[in-house]
């Protein structure tokens, strides 16, 4: 204790005012133990890890749509599974199913007469043996019925019959991670699911906006991709983060749904340093660097961590510096006895 207050009493008679920032002789620390290290220079500093997810973009997903809702759905796979082309999803049970069965084979007796007169009365436009008024209404009755018909053929595709007059099943049109839903579009239109293809997967996150424009990069684990797309939320204070793709055939493998660690990397350099040679004061960190026979507190703004050290805003004056990397907490100790002289 005596040591203590002695090495602060000679600290007072050396110390002087830069900036209102007291410098400290190495000297008069005594026995303390003192050792530096220099700051090594981080090119894309990575910032504080974020929770993120693995997901898709709006839109990026296929949607199973079909033109009716039945009364029973049964879903015959759990919500994220991964399936192939084909398969199953969904049970559906209602006379709908018999009733948009009946719309389909009259459509296609529509369109097939259409057609027929649609044809017939081709060459006899083309000769102007028909007045325009006549073939108009040809025309537009036969792309009419041609555009309903391929419409509900669409919706056919998306069905497998399984006997049953009432029943029939919606299947996946293409491999991929499968998300039910269960909303009516406008118009008699349902969407039952989305099937979300691989290679539509990106991580997303969500970080400050203040630091979103400085953000290049996710990375977690084996998986490290650039940024594609960035979009403000709400009153802008926040913005969400999206990767590219997640890529193929690689050591990225990530699942639909998936919750994970990332962290996001920047395109500013930064500087790491040993944790225990930052310290706190006066509502800012600092450092203290060597200076010939003295050492000079600067402030720094700390960013993130990175490899077990802390990451700092890069200054020019850190650059080959020495830091102190010991007795760090005496000497901010020792600076909040001399903050009253």
Not at 56 to 75: E, M
Not at 86 to 102: D, W
Not at 132 to 144: F, V
Not at 261 to 271: C, E, F, G, I, K
Request: hydrophobic fraction near 40%; glycine fraction near 6%; charged fraction near 15%.
């Amino acid at each position: 204790m005596k040591l203590f207050f002695s090495i602060m009493l000679s600290l007072v008679l050396v110390a002087t005012a830069a900036a209102g920032t007291p410098r400290i002789s190495i000297e008069s620390l005594g026995r303390l133990t003192v050792k530096f290290a220099q700051p090594q220079i981080v090119p894309s500093a990575p910032l504080q890890t974020v929770t993120g997810e693995v997901s898709y973009l709006p839109g990026n997903g296929y949607q199973l749509i079909l033109p009716f809702r039945v009364l029973q759905q049964q879903y015959l796979v759990a919500p994220q599974s991964f399936i192939t082309a084909n398969t199953p999803l969904v049970k559906l049970t209602g006379s709908e199913v018999h009733h948009f069965y009946e719309m389909l084979s009259a459509q296609k007796a529509i369109f097939a007469q259409a057609e027929s007169r649609y044809k017939q009365n081709l060459p006899l436009f083309k000769k102007q043996a028909i007045n325009q008024q006549s073939w108009q209404a040809i025309a537009d009755h036969y792309y009419a019925s041609k555009l309903e018909l391929g419409h509900l053929q669409h919706a056919e595709e998306l069905l497998q019959t399984n006997g049953s007059e009432d029943s029939a099943y919606l299947i996946s049109p293409v491999n991929g991670f499968f998300k039910p839903k269960g909303e009516q579009l406008d118009g008699e239109a349902f969407l039952y699911g989305e099937v979300i293809e691989p290679d539509a997967l990106r991580i997303k996150v969500q970080v400050p906006s203040s630091v979103a424009a400085q953000i290049t990069g996710l990375v977690s684990d084996a998986c490290q991709l650039p940024v594609a797309y960035r979009e403000r939320l709400g009153n802008g204070l926040v913005s969400r983060l999206w990767s590219s793709p997640l890529p193929q055939q690689s050591d990225c493998t990530l699942s639909f749904a998936e919750a994970l660690s990332v962290t996001p990397v920047s395109d500013q350099t930064a500087l790491s340093l040993p944790a225990s040679s930052v310290y706190f004061l006066d509502g800012q960190y600092y450092v203290l660097v060597k200076q010939g026979a003295e050492l000079n507190p600067l402030a720094v703004s700390v960013i993130g961590r990175y490899d077990g050290q802390l990451l700092v805003a890069d200054k020019q004056i850190l650059r080959n510096a020495e830091v102190l990397t010991t007795s760090v907490s005496a000497v901010q100790g020792i600076l909040l006895g001399l903050g009253g002289e």
